[in-house]
Structure formats: C-alpha cells, structure tokens
Nanobody
Framework: QVQLVESGGGSVQAGGSLRLSCTVS????????MGWFRQAPGKGRERVAA???????TYAGSAKGRFTISRDITKNTLSLQMDSLKPEDTGMYYC?????????????????WGQGTQVTVSS
C-alpha cells in the first residue's frame, strides 16, 4: 500500500523560507511521477511543481524561480524548497504520486495523495 506523509509546514513571514518533505512508502513505476500541490482557502487545487522519474521538472508560473522540487530516491523522499515566500503562497500543501510515464509533467491528476501540511505566510 502506498502512503505519502508530508512534513515541514509552518508559519513564516514574507520573504522567508520553508522546506517541505514527503516520505513515500513505496518507490516504483507507479510512484515515479511526483508533485506538490497547494490549495488556498476558498480556491481550487493548484499544481506547484512536478518531477518526472528521469529527473525533469516543471513549475507553476507563481513558483518558478522561488521554489525547487527535488527527490532523493535512496531515502524515498520528495522535497520542495520554498524561498522568498509571499502571503499568496499560504495554503495546504499536498504531496502526490502517480505512474512514471512520459506524460508526467503535463499531468494534473495524480493517483496517490498525502494528507497535507499547512503553510502560512504573513505579511
């Protein structure tokens, strides 16, 4: 059974940094495509960043240049380094995983999800 557990959320002032981590119970073809999503209060879910099994990444425009997604296969962990945080980055952040075919970076629907970790950025 695949389980994803996020950690690292918290409260920070604008301009600060946070690093989110996600531990995946099983790393396989079915979890090679991984991503971070967020949902702000009253808004829809947004894909922040994704990483394909072979390493290429993609970012939402709002995250580009400020966030970095990375993966450590040896530890079955996915990370999201968030710098220069803004109040509009506030929301619940979710780790997600899906099969690792070549449609990964264009995919917005993922099969496996974590429970989420809250990020709050104050002005």
């Amino acid at each position: 059974q695949v389980q994803l557990v996020e950690s690292g959320g918290g409260s920070v002032q604008a301009g600060g940094s946070l690093r989110l981590s996600c531990t995946v119970s099983v790393y396989s073809y079915n979890t090679q495509c991984m991503g971070w999503f967020r949902q702000a209060p009253g808004k829809g879910r947004e894909r922040v960043a994704a990483i394909a099994g072979s390493g290429p990444t993609t970012y939402a425009g709002s995250a580009k240049g400020r966030f970095t997604i990375s993966r450590d296969i040896t530890k079955n962990t996915l990370s999201l380094q968030m710098d220069s945080l803004k109040p509009e980055d506030t929301g619940m952040y979710y780790c997600a995983a899906d099969r690792g075919d070549d449609t990964c970076l264009s995919r917005f629907e993922f099969f496996y999800w974590g429970q989420g970790t809250q990020v709050t950025v104050s002005s």
